[in-house]
């Protein structure tokens, strides 16, 4: 059973930036697409980014492309996010999430795995 476990979630000042890490344990990383999702309170959840397996293919929304960077080290089993430039409608719970597929894709439902959440809260 693969576990995912979210950090680096934080208060942060509108334009500063923070780092997500999502590990991963219990199975074999490098098999596995990732992707973040976040959630606001009264929201849907929406995808913030996609990674292939090796890495090599990323997606982003419009709502953070140019922003927001997603990466992965396979020999650390930690995909990380790297937000820039925050903004306060990024304000929300951030989750990872990882399907047995070699690239992501934007639907939550065919994930197989989630973290528990790291909350960012950015203020104005």
């Known amino acids: 059973q693969v576990q995912l476990v979210e950090s680096g979630g934080g208060l942060v000042q509108a334009g500063g930036s923070l780092r997500l890490s999502c590990t991963a344990s219990g199975g074999t990383f490098s098999s596995y697409a990732m992707a973040w999702f976040r959630q606001a309170p009264g929201k849907e959840r929406n995808i913030v980014a996609t990674?292939?397996?090796?890495?090599?293919?990323?997606y982003y929304p419009d709502s953070v492309k140019g922003r927001f960077t997603i990466s992965r080290d396979n020999a650390k089993n930690t995909v990380y996010l790297q937000m820039n430039s925050l903004k306060p409608e990024d304000t929300a719970n951030y989750y990872c999430?990882?399907?047995?597929?070699?690239?992501?894709?934007?639907?939550?439902?065919?994930?197989?795995?989630w973290g528990q959440g790291t909350q960012v809260t950015v203020s104005s």
């Open positions: 990674i292939s397996r090796s890495g090599s293919s990323t």
């Open positions: 999430a990882g399907r047995q597929q070699r690239v992501g894709v934007i639907y939550g439902y065919t994930y197989d795995y």
